[in-house]
């Protein structure tokens, strides 16, 4: 959940390490801190709270640190011990000679502080990456090589890490390695550079290889040598990275939440692009490589995914239902992981993941994978460690997503299930070729619907502005829109800290209706189909509570101008496809009573983008 960075070279390290961490923010932003060698004596500086603060303090000294041509950076999302100075990576051994950066958690830190105290090193932070920098510090007293000292160290350490070490007597080197938490080397000329992901890099170079799991690293400005835990030496991998700097700026809008909110238009056309090519191809998806006939006995799908992932994966359940005639079962992989789970070879299972890196995704598949299911992945990276891992890949291209809050990446996920559940429906015969076309008409036009929500968006913004001060609020929806109602709630939370809770309107009267006063919003999804009376219906409860009522949908039905105080208007769609559309205004209320609330929208408190910890 943490961002390193490290960077050998020519340059001035501490802009370049500065820039890195600004781009890795949304991996954690309690502290920071940057290690360099200045005048061959290594310093650390560190922050608490924003990087903006590591930035003002740089600043103040700059004149000293701008010497420095190599350093390593960290932005922190804690885990052991509190956001502050002495918790601030990067740290170090008892001399300060070795300073260390790390992603991940150190699962035996406490068994090795034991010992290392006793060995009469002193620990000056709660953290479990401090073991790491005395005990690297110790294994080089034994080998004066820092390489050989980060492989004997890693032999020790258990858990998950991705680690940057330098070493004051070991000039222009930055030792890197990895255990399941990200890293990449990007080689420059004359310079390298080290980081927990792409954006840290891409403005420098576009050359890149991904260290695996259990590789050492060796930079230098003009070498890169790569081993492996036995010390074979592995040769380069290096690729061209397909990113360009420009994914990472704010384009004129105020936060990059409103951004990627209108880049939805756009993207669900990048994801149809190649995959639904006329309307009587079937959809094509070169990268599902689950054999046709068995995809055609498959008898159960099950689905892990964490967070907005998850409501997309609730959805797509909902739809290779409908369309195969598959049961599908969809559950937070933290719950999947920890229960006596039933998965075999005729279980085709399914993760969802924005980043590709979720920790709880990532053992919920490695699980699946042990007991023979085929494992196929939904991801916006397919770079990422989940990715890397699957037999089966539904890249989503969304882009880089840079908030915390994720909105394009959700709507890349609805239409990849979409994608895939035709797919499976094509294979298996089992949906009739005028629902075909159908659907695949209406997911054609879908970003034009988009496109007329988001010239409205100023009726949304009003709407915003008059709730804005309430401290509850209540989405309630029914069907394949329950979800939407989840993913509505959960944006909104988030980003305003509001208490806002989705309920499947069915089970308001069980409980929940208790609650209901004026000082209560109650937000009810009405898409025309199936479920819309019912919900009508809940709806009409609800008011006869006193419950401020607003109103989310396609229909132009009368009634509901005397049932609802508020009415979100958005375009008529199919009730199959409705996620797809309704999940905007919900996406846009959140943002607006956010920024009208005065928050940091794309840097929710105690949030990160990618969370790499269990
Ligand atoms: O990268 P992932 O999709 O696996 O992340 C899962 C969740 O952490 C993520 O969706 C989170 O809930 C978002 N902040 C929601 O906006």
């Known amino acids: 959940m943490c961002g390193i960075v490290g960077y050998v070279g020519d340059k001035t390290a501490v802009d370049i390490l500065l820039e890195g961490l600004t781009s890795l923010e949304y991996r954690g932003y309690d502290s920071s801190g940057v290690a360099l060698n200045i005048d061959g004596k290594v310093e650390l500086f560190k922050a608490q709270g924003k990087l903006q603060n590591l930035r003002n303090i740089v600043q103040n000294n700059y004149t000293q640190i701008s010497k420095s041509t190599i350093g390593i950076g960290h932005i922190r999302w804690a885990t052991h011990g509190v956001p502050s100075i002495a918790n601030a990576h990067p740290h170090t051994c008892n001399c300060g000679k070795v300073a260390i950066v790390h992603n991940g958690i150190i699962e035996n830190f406490k068994e090795l502080k034991v010992k290392l105290e006793a060995q009469g090193c002193t620990f000056r932070s709660q953290t479990d990456t401090e073991t790491v920098a005395h005990l690297v510090a110790s294994k080089f007293a034994q080998t004066h090589d820092l390489t050989e000292a980060v492989r004997l ?9 991705a680690l940057a070490v330098i070493h004051q007597d070991v000039k222009n080197t930055i030792v890197a390695t990895r255990r399941n938490a990200p890293l990449v080397i990007g080689f420059g000329e004359g310079e390298n550079f080290v980081a927990s992901d792409i954006p840290a890099l891409i403005q420098y170079t576009k050359k890149a290889m991904y260290l695996d799991d259990n590789q050492i690293v060796t930079l230098t400005p003009n070498s890169a040598k790569v081993i492996d835990i036995e010390k ?4 380069l991998k290096v690729e ?3 990113w360009e700097p420009v994914a990472l700026s704010k384009m004129g809008y105020k936060h990059f939440m409103l951004k990627e909110i209108h880049e939805q238009p756009d993207i669900v056309r990048n994801v149809l692009s190649g ?7 079937p959809i094509s998806l070169d990268e599902v490589t689950l054999d046709k006939a068995k995809l055609k006995d498959l008898n159960r799908i099950q689905i892990v995914a964490c967070g907005t992932s998850l409501h997309a994966a609730m959805v797509g359940k909902y739809i290779i239902e409908d369309f195969c005639g598959i049961p599908v079962e969809v559950e937070a992989s933290s719950e999947y992981i920890y229960r006596k789970t039933i998965t075999d070879e005729n279980t085709l299972v399914i993760g969802v993941s924005q980043s590709g890196e979720t920790a709880d995704t990532i053992t919920a598949i490695r699980l699946a994978k042990k007991k023979g299911s085929h494992i196929l992945i939904v991801t916006n990276r397919p770079d990422s460690t989940m990715a890397r891992e699957a037999d089966s890949l539904v890249p989503v291209n969304a882009g880089i997503e840079v908030s915390v809050a994720a909105t394009k990446s959700y709507m890349a996920q609805l239409i990849s299930f979409y994608l895939l559940a035709i797919y499976m429906a094509e294979v298996k015969g089992s949906i009739s070729k005028e629902e075909l076309m159908d659907l695949k008409h209406e997911l054609i036009v879908l970003p034009q619907k988009i496109d ?3 010239t409205h968006k100023e009726d949304i913004q009003k709407i915003a502005r008059k709730f804005s001060s309430f401290k509850d609020f209540i989405f309630v929806a029914r069907g394949i829109n329950f979800p939407t109602a989840l993913e509505g709630a959960l944006k909104l939370k988030e980003i305003s800290y509001i208490n806002a809770t989705g309920y499947s309107a069915g089970e308001l009267k069980h409980g929940p209706i208790a609650m209901l006063d004026d000082s209560m919003p109650v937000l009810a999804i009405l898409m025309k189909g199936k479920v819309y009376e019912k919900i009508l219906s809940n709806a009409e409860e609800a008011k006869a509570r006193n419950a401020r009522m607003i109103a989310l949908t396609d229909s132009d039905d009368q009634k509901l101008d005397e049932l609802f105080e508020n009415i979100i208007r958005i375009p008529e769609i199919s009730e199959i496809l409705s996620p797809a559309l309704a999940i905007v205004p919900l996406q846009l209320l959140a ?15 105690n949030l990160a983008k990618s969370v790499t910890v269990e």
Not at 232 to 235: C, K, L, S, V, Y
Not at 275 to 281: G, S, V
Request: no cysteine; net charge negative; proline share 7%.
């Open 275 to 281: 995959k639904l090519r006329t309307m009587d191809e």
């Open 153 to 161: 160290a890693t032999l020790e350490i258990e858990g998950a890490y």
């Open 232 to 235: 074979n030496e592995i040769p």
């Open 591 to 605: 943002y607006y009573i956010a920024e009208f609330l005065g928050k940091d929208v794309d840097q929710p408190r």
């Open 240 to 242: 061209t990275l397909p």
């Open 452 to 454: 007329k929500i988001l």
